[in-house]
């Protein structure tokens, strides 16, 4: 029998402990520019350190949040389009925060991959950074897990964790009543949700990644994979200025499912169908489907990302406040009696 001179090694056995550390010193740069107030010491450690008081807050409450990017990963691992999902994923996490009233303070993401390639990787966290950067939050920390025999083909998976804050008794929904308006603000396509039913849709239509997209300049893939809209810095501008009851971001269940959330006992929502344009992708969706605007509206955000649930008073105020930061916004509906949506004038 022969024999092996040296040991077995890590590396041997499909993870390659110098790769995950490449990719930490390759993504520095990109957690620093992350840095707000708060923020403690940069990537390294075994845990990450944040301080409140350096924050600005007296008598804070934590609101923490986690999610992950769905099939649609699956999208940008067959067509390459690495760079959006980091922002996907931060955006999933923060913008379901600040419906609780809280701002974000700090993100953590989770990596995993059968074989680590650094130049992808870094491609993802780099998104991230981005959309950290871009709701006023630190990338603090995460994990990089190459996971050989788990994943296989160039997969990986993703999942974050956000954590934010507020001053005690400051969290919404709160005084949510009859007569309210609802502020609708657009979404930037499909955001990152549904997307086992657009997987089959694209199958259906017999259509590849490659294909000019039929409803949107340049190919079907990249088009599908527009990243979520963060609406961390606007939805706080309102919060701040007063009047803001209660805000849904519309994820999976659309308006059906989360405009109820922020609803007390007692109290529906009636939403006007006619006050927004259908957005030509989820027009294509349900043609191509065969699609009833019921289920388009309970999968799907349907043009509609985050609604917010105003004092009639401040409607017109906040309107014009959301606008200038940058927001397409449309008064939607109202709170009334009663339970759930009901549903005036038509998508389809």
Not at 8 to 33: F, H, M, Q, S, W
Not at 225 to 247: F, N, S, W
Not at 251 to 277: F, K
Request: negative net charge.
């Amino acid at each position: 029998m022969s024999e092996r001179k040296n040991g077995l090694t890590y590396a041997e056995a499909g993870v390659d402990i110098d790769a995950g550390n490449a990719l930490v010193e390759r993504i520095k740069p990109a957690a620093k520019r992350t840095g707000r107030a708060g923020t403690v010491a940069g990537l390294g450690g075994f845990g990450a350190l944040f301080d409140l008081k350096a924050a600005g807050y007296l008598d804070p409450v934590l609101v923490a949040a986690t999610d992950g990017v769905g099939t649609k990963l699956r999208i940008a691992i067959d067509t390459g389009h690495l760079d959006g999902v980091g922002i996907d994923l931060v955006a999933m996490c923060v913008n379901d925060l600040v419906c609780q009233g809280a701002e974000p303070l700090f993100f953590l993401d989770y990596f995993a991959t059968g074989k680590l390639e650094i130049d992808e990787a870094a491609r993802v966290i780099e998104g991230i950074a981005e959309g950290c950067l871009r709701s006023g939050c630190a990338l603090i920390g995460g994990e990089t897990a190459e996971m050989p025999g788990m994943y296989h083909g160039g997969d990986f998976d993703l999942a974050g964790f956000a954590v934010g804050a507020m001053e005690r008794g400051h969290d919404l929904p709160a005084n949510v009543a009859e007569g309210d308006v609802l502020l609708g603000l657009a979404s930037d396509g499909v955001h990152s949700n549904g997307y086992s039913l657009v997987r089959k849709v694209v199958e259906v239509a017999g259509l590849g990644w490659d294909a000019p997209a039929p409803f949107a300049d340049g190919p079907l893939g990249a088009a599908l994979l527009a990243p979520t809209r963060l609406y961390v810095k606007p939805a706080l501008a309102a919060i701040r200025a007063g009047g803001v009851h209660g805000l849904a971001h519309i994820t999976g269940g659309g308006l059906t499912e989360n405009l109820p959330r922020v609803l007390p006992e007692g109290l529906g929502a009636t939403v006007d169908l006619s006050t927004w344009d259908l957005p030509p992708v989820f027009r294509w969706l349900a043609e191509t489907a065969g699609l009833a605007e019921a289920e388009l509206l309970k999968t799907f955000n349907a043009g509609i990302g985050m609604v917010l649930v105003v004092a009639e008073d401040r409607a017109e105020a906040l309107t014009a406040l959301l606008a200038e930061t940058g927001e397409t916004v449309a008064r939607i509906g109202r709170v009334g009696p009663g339970q759930g949506v009901a549903y005036e004038g038509r998508l389809l």
